[in-house]
């Protein structure tokens, strides 16, 4: 990056808001926890802190197609500042979205809360009804799959969850 001489020279403070104020720097939040999908988009925001002693700061634009919401790593980056000489090292920052662990939940179909698993033969898929279900009580039912037989006898039955969730418990019905 080339630096301008009519440019404020800046230091960017990588940070997450915990609400519409009020931030922690990204290395605290990251020893806390960090980030675990919640089906909305979340990312650290990068800021330039004007006073150390009032806490005054501004936020910085932040490239909306570095951010995202899936578990996975990203690596945010800033937007060019017309204002700003930033240096190169602060522009981007990696920071990862844990998948969140579920427990599965099983019932007799869709909309049918019963869990008697049991199925009547007539030559199509049979299978029984798997959602994921966080610990704060958050429902997911487009987020498992489950695999359905035709033949008749006792079968288990495995949920299938995508990249952002992990299962602690249910993966398998009888």
Known sequence: MEISENKQNINVTWVVFINASDYVTLA?????????????????????????????YEKLALSLNSIGADAKKYVARLLPSDKYNIPASQFTCEYEIKPLSVEIKWQDGENDTGTTFNY??????????????????????????????????????????NSNFTVSSGRTQR
């Open 28 to 56: 605290d939040y990251l020893a806390a926890g960090g980030f675990v999908y919640s089906g909305s988009v979340q990312s650290p925001t990068p800021i330039y802190i004007k006073d150390v002693n009032t806490g005054a």
């Open 120 to 161: 009547t033969y007539d030559n199509t898929v049979k299978k029984p009804y798997a959602y994921a279900q966080a610990a704060d009580g958050t429902v997911f039912t487009d987020a498992v799959t489950v695999e359905g037989k035709i033949n008749a006898g006792s079968h288990i039955a495995t949920a299938k969850v």
